[in-house]
């Protein structure tokens, strides 16, 4: 069992670091196997970040699955963080695009879609193959899809329309549902495309195992539209969700469950501001409480996840 988190911080950012994280640039011997640094610094190797290993006891997530990996990128500045994000999202495209020949990318709303806005520039608007592309909401505002509050919208202005995926590997929700329709409606459009061999299913979970998710998380360590305290939180049967009374507008939403996002080969969450640090600080503590917070309860069966964050989201670390 791996309970390590590796640190990597942007070089140019460490003379500003917290004293900790500058402290621990020089891991002693007993901490994480270093096949786990190797594969973090080869994956970042343009993002000019120096890795940085933590013993398990400073980073540690609550009980990580056999083979899961986490690792903290601090970034001095969100146009670094978008530069590596542009990266890390490009070669894993091409890792599953030769594997498996498609590459299933899960995307939030909010912020992290601008975090994206690299990739539909120069290398990557060339290089990337986008035809293998697959795209996914891990969760969706119950509105029309050319409504302000749609995150198909915020992501096709942003991002989509900027990209040559074809439109039919675009799977937006069928705004023309109830939010209950609309979950079932894609739950079972999901469940098509594990038949067909688009989408993996984790051997292990039984639930399907997305390529890569994309997410952002709220100051109140939100995920998805999976808010602290609320049932839907320990929803573990269903693939996809709804729910009527979320706390963040507008209040009706469909979302992935946990065991979907729990089953993925890599997250990344991307976390930017001081708004932020209370959350990230809890999350990344080692001393959990009962009162868990959704990003508290992402834990990977068997994946990568990355924390993608600046300074700021950082800043309460030091405490
Ligand atoms: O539909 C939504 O509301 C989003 O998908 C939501 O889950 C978002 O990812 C977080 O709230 C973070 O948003 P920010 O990055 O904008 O804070």
Known sequence: MSTSMSVSVSAAASSSLPPLLARRRSPPASLAPVRSLR??????????????????????????????KRDLLIFDAEENLAVALAKYTADLSAKF????????????????????????????????????????WVDERVVPKDHEDSNYKLALDGFLSKVPIPAGQ?????????????????????????KNGVLAMSKTTGFPRFDLQLLGMGPDGHIASLFPGHPLVKENTK?????????????????????????????????????????????ISDKKTSDLL????????????TWFTDKEAVSMLQN
Do not use: C
């Open 97 to 136: 695009a030769a594997e498996r020949g498609a590459f299933t990318v899960v995307l939030s709303g909010g912020s992290l879609i601008y975090a994206l806005r690299k990739l539909t520039e120069a290398p990557y608007l060339e290089t990337v193959d986008w035809s293998k592309w697959h795209v996914f």
């Open 294 to 305: 959704p990003v508290e309860m992402a834990i990977l069966d068997d994946g990568e996840f």
């Open 170 to 194: 675009v799977y937006a929700i069928n705004d023309a549902l109830s939010a209950e329709g609309a979950a079932e409606d894609y739950e079972t459009i999901l469940k098509q495309l594990v």
């Open 239 to 283: 693939w996809v969700t709804h729910i009527l009374d979320s706390p963040k507008p507008p209040p009706q939403r469909i979302t992935f469950t946990f065991p979907v996002i729990n089953s993925s080969a890599y997250v990344a969450m991307v976390v930017t501001g001081a708004g932020k640090a209370g959350a990230v600080q809890k999350a």
């Open 39 to 68: 594969s973090r610094s080869r994956l970042l190797s343009s993002a000019r970040t120096t890795p940085v290993l933590l013993p398990a006891a400073a980073m540690a997530a609550p009980a990580p699955a056999a083979s899961s």
